[in-house]
Structure formats: C-alpha cells, structure tokens
C-alpha cells in the first residue's frame, strides 16, 4: 500500500544527467544565484564588494536582471519598493562589514512596513569567524548580531550545500504573513570556491498562511453587527493582503465608517459615503474614533502616527486584526486575532449580519466638514493647492513614493492615493533619503508607468548619487524636489518648542543643474506651474527632476496641549 507521505517525485532522465554532469566553471555565487531564480526572482539589487565578487560573477552566467544602486541604503529602499509593488521578496545583495551596515536603515524602514526583501551578505572567509581578531578586511565579530534586532529573521551558511535550503528558508520568511527583511550572509570562500553540487532548479518556499482562529471570528461579527456605532481603522496589513475588496464589503455590510492610516493609503476609497479618509491627526478624527461602541482595527499596531501620538484613547470594545504578533495589543485591549488581513475578513464576510444604518453617511460628512474647516481656518492655501496640483499630475495608476518632508506630511492625512498599493512613504521608520532610491525600485518593477517621487532639499541629498543610477537604467521617475532651503519640519518644531531653530539651515546645490549634469532633463516650477511642469515629466520617458523652491507649512498639530 502507498501513502502520501511515501511519493518522492522522481526525476527525469534529462534532470539526471544534468546533474550528474554540471557544467564547469561554477562557484557558491552560481548556487546563489540559481536558487534565486528558482524561486522566481526576476531582478536584483544590491552593490558589488570585494567579498562578494562571487556573486555578482555569477549573475553573469544567469538571466537575473541586476540594478545596481550606488549606495547600499538606497540599494535596500529599492528593493523594499520593489517587493511592495510586486509581493515578491526582492533580493539585496551586499558586501561584508561597511556594505553591509549601511543598508540597516533600509532595512528597518522594510521590517517597520513590513516589505519583503531577501538580503543576502557576503562574509569574511570561513577561517576568521568565531568571533577572534584576525584582521580580515571588514571584519565584525559578530556580523549577523547587527541585523537580529532589525530583521524578521537570520539565516547563516558555512557550506555550499546549504546555500539552497537557507535562501528558500529566508525567501519563505519574508513572504510569510507578516512580511519583512530577512538577512541571509554567506562567506567569501564559500561563495568563490568551485562547486561540484548540480544546477539548481525549482525550489519550494511556499510562505505559510495565516488563518484566523474562528471561535475568536465568531465573537468579533457578533459584536460588529450588535454595534450601534461601528467603525474601521484600516492599515497597511489590509494592502500589503491585498484586502481591500473585502474591507468594502464589510464596511458597507455594516454601514461602518472607515479611515486609513497612512501605511494604508488606499485601502478603501477616499470619496466612498462612509470614508472618513485619512485625517488621524485631527482631533475630531480622534473624537469620531473614540465614540464608537465597536472598533475593528484591521492591520495596524494603532502606534504613533495611527493613534494621533497617543492621544487616541477608545471607549468602546475594540478588535484588532492583526499579522505582526508583537503588535497585537500593544498600545489598546483588543479582542486580539492573530491573522493575515484578508483571511479574517473572508471569515467575518461570511458570519456578520447586515446593520443598517441611516446616519452613517451624515455622521462621515459632518466629521469631514469640521476637517475641512479646521485647515481652511489656518490660511494654508499654498500647501494645499500644490499638493492638489500634484494630485492631478500623477496619471492615475501611477504610484508615489514619498520621503520624510512637510508635502508628504500633508499627502499622509490629504492625498488621494486612489487605489491600494499606490501611495508609499518613509513613516514606517521615519528616516530621511527613502523617496527617489524606492521610485527606482518600483519602476524597475514595472517600467510601462510613470513613478513619481517626492522629497525635501534635505532628504534629496542622501539619494543625489542615484540620479546616475536613473539615467543609466533609464528608469521612468520624475523626482519633485521641494526645496527650502533645509529640513523644514525640523525647522518648525525647533522654533515650536525653543522658539527658533539650530541646525536645520543647508547650503544646497542647484538641483537643476546638478540633474542635468548626470543628463536627466531638470526643470524650475512654480506653485502656479507645478501641476503643467510635473504632469510634462512624468509623461516624458526616462527620469526627470522637477525643483519646487517653496516654504511650505504644516497644519496646526492636535496632540499638544493648548
């Protein structure tokens, strides 16, 4: 008698001699570079190293399409945008020791949003490690120590024979429900040394699902459809899952009001009746939010920026959805359900009963109002009109990648992304220089649409060397460049708290001129002639820079005492 666990999958005769006769020339980087593409990676980034000159031979020898960015961080934010555009986990290869180090603010910024990269990190030859003080070139004494805290996991290889296994373990980490970074490093004998071991092919990594456990379902539609006053805080969990489709339904099954937190742009329309948009840092948002009787939180920790800095206190039941276990009930008592996004809300479609409600719809328009009526009463036309005009510039279908500036503080709570996986920022870690590198990222992923990328004077100058990265690709992204003359947010919250501002002035370059120097087209704008101005680069193939000499201010904060 057969059983299942019995069938082994044999091997064609073409398949045996092959293996039994791998072609010459092969090393640890050829196995590196095999197993990626069995696992259906396309593209690469990353930066060559001395002792990663293994790898990067062999991408040469393999149909991997290779970007290589000029600096490692930007290399990872790349990378992190390609994995969010395509759900793939996308792979960064780097060197050991500084190579490697200098992509860990990447790195957090993907384990903050949970984007999927494989990093994969040469090391000293295997002689060296233990942790001694040999004098290696780059040496660490404990390199992968420096990734544990950043990254979901770490996988380390000694052998050729376990290069496969670890980069399918690693590629099925990051894929897996939460995604996220995973660390993967290898050291440079095993990656130079010739390799015997057969051609790799397919390999399995198929990630593990999440489901939700359905006693805990059963309870939260109970409570959802006795609600009076239901409501939905929507997160990037509920992109990321691919859920928005099914957060519509539920909400309108349950005449739910919802708003998206900046990580979830997207996630359910923004002119939809019960859409509360994603206003999470004004206090009537906040108030809304804390009178419902039952709030469903679907793929947020509610952390800083979702809760409006923690003034946000529910008094109400609250039930969170939740793929990142750490982040199930933090900072709220919840009904807790550990569970990939759109796995539970299949779970909850099929078990609440329809509410009506009449008010819904009145209550989201009035909420709405006194929005609009806060901002209109702080004479912030100008912010407001550019970043309008941004808005109808960006052909629909095209996305965004915004870096830690005071337009993209705006676009958080007033731009319509106008689908899910559309608008993307740096708020996950919050560093400076994520913008530019990720739009190349994206547009590597799909070059048939214009990207767009937004970023400060200061933030443009941490990704300044991608320009060439750009224009030797050829990579369709316009950079709008904000330029005033320093890190403006900064200088605002300097002069909030002490009363005037201390290193926040930069002397810059002339962005236009500098792009044009690496032969991507620039171009000066105007508030006036910002939306004619950028809406021609975008259409235009190839990269372009668009500078905005502009002071722009922030809305008046409401977390702060009066």
């Known amino acids: 008698m057969t059983h299942d666990h019995d069938l082994v999958l044999r091997p064609t005769e073409a398949q045996t001699a092959a293996a039994l006769n791998p072609p010459a020339g092969r090393n640890g980087g050829d196995l590196v570079v095999e197993t990626l593409a069995g696992l259906g990676a396309t593209t690469v980034f990353g930066l060559p190293g001395q002792h990663a000159l293994g790898m990067f031979d062999a991408l040469r020898r393999s149909a991997l399409r290779y970007v290589g960015l000029r600096v490692e961080n930007n290399a990872g934010f790349a990378a992190d945008a390609y994995g969010r555009i395509t759900g793939e986990a996308a792979p960064l290869l780097l060197s050991t020791g500084p190579g490697a180090l200098t992509s860990l603010a990447a790195l957090h910024e993907a384990a903050s949003a949970s984007a999927p990269v494989l990093a994969i990190s040469s090391q000293i030859p295997t002689a060296g490690l233990g942790g001694g003080r040999h004098g290696y070139l780059h ?23 376990q290069i496969p296994s670890a980069l399918a373990a690693a590629w099925q980490s990051a894929l897996t429900a939460p995604h996220g970074p995973v660390w993967v490093e290898i050291p440079q004998d095993v990656l130079l040394a010739e390799t015997a071991l057969p051609v790799v092919t397919a390999v399995d990594a198929t990630p593990d699902e999440l489901p939700p456990r359905p006693e805990l379902t059963a309870v939260a539609a109970d409570l959802l459809s006795r609600a009076a006053r239901p409501a939905i805080i929507a997160g990037g969990g509920v992109v990321r899952a691919d859920a928005s489709g099914k957060l519509r339904q539920l909400a309108e099954a349950l005449n739910a009001p919802v708003v998206t937190t900046f990580g979830g742009k997207g996630a359910f329309p923004w002119h939809h009746p019960l859409s509360l948009q994603s206003w999470l840092e004004d206090r009537h948002t ?53 569970a990939d996004a759109r796995l539970a809300l299949q779970a909850l479609l099929e078990t609440v009963v329809p509410r009506a409600d009449d008010t819904a719809a009145d209550r989201v328009r009035a909420l709405l109002s006194r929005v609009s009526d806060r901002i209109a009463a702080q004479e912030l036309t100008l912010e407001q009109d550019v970043l309008a005009s941004v808005r109808r510039a960006l052909p629909a279908g095209s996305p965004s990648f915004w870096d830690m500036t005071i337009l993209a503080y705006w676009a958080w709570s007033a731009f319509d992304a106008q689908a899910p996986n559309l608008m993307h920022s ?51 992204v316009t950079w709008l460049i904000v330029d005033d003359g320093g890190y403006g947010i900064l200088r605002e919250y300097m002069t909030g708290a002490f009363g005037e501002p201390t290193a926040t002035e930069l002397t810059r370059p002339d962005y236009v001129a500098l792009a044009e120097s690496f032969g991507v087209p620039g171009i000066r704008t105007t508030p006036e002639t910002l939306e004619t101005d950028l809406a021609k680069a975008l259409a235009a193939p190839g990269p372009s820079v668009v500078v905005l000499p502009a002071l722009l201010r922030m809305f008046a904060p409401t977390h702060l005492p009066d």
Do not use: C, M, W
């Not at 990142?324 to 550990?338: F, Q, R």
């Not at 560093?431 to 400060?456: E, H, K, N, Q, T």
């Open 286 to 338: 906040t108030d809304f939010l804390e009178d419902a009787d039952v709030l469903l939180v679907v793929g947020s920790g509610l952390g800083e920026l979702s809760s409006n800095y923690h003034t946000f206190k529910p008094r109400g039941r609250v039930v969170q959805i939740e793929a990142d276990l750490g982040k199930l009930e933090s900072n709220h008592p919840a009904l807790g359900i550990h």
């Open 426 to 476: 740096a708020q996950g870690a919050g560093g400076l220089g994520y913008g530019f590198p990720a739009a190349l990222g994206a547009a590597a992923a799909d070059p048939s649409r214009p990207v767009l990328a937004v970023s400060g004077d200061g933030g443009a100058l941490y990704s300044i060397a991608e320009l060439a990265t750009a224009r030797q690709h050829g990579l369709p």
């Open 139 to 161: 040496e660490l004494p404990d390199q992968a120590a420096s990734f544990r805290g950043v990254v979901k996991s770490v996988h380390t290889v000694r052998t050729q024979s």
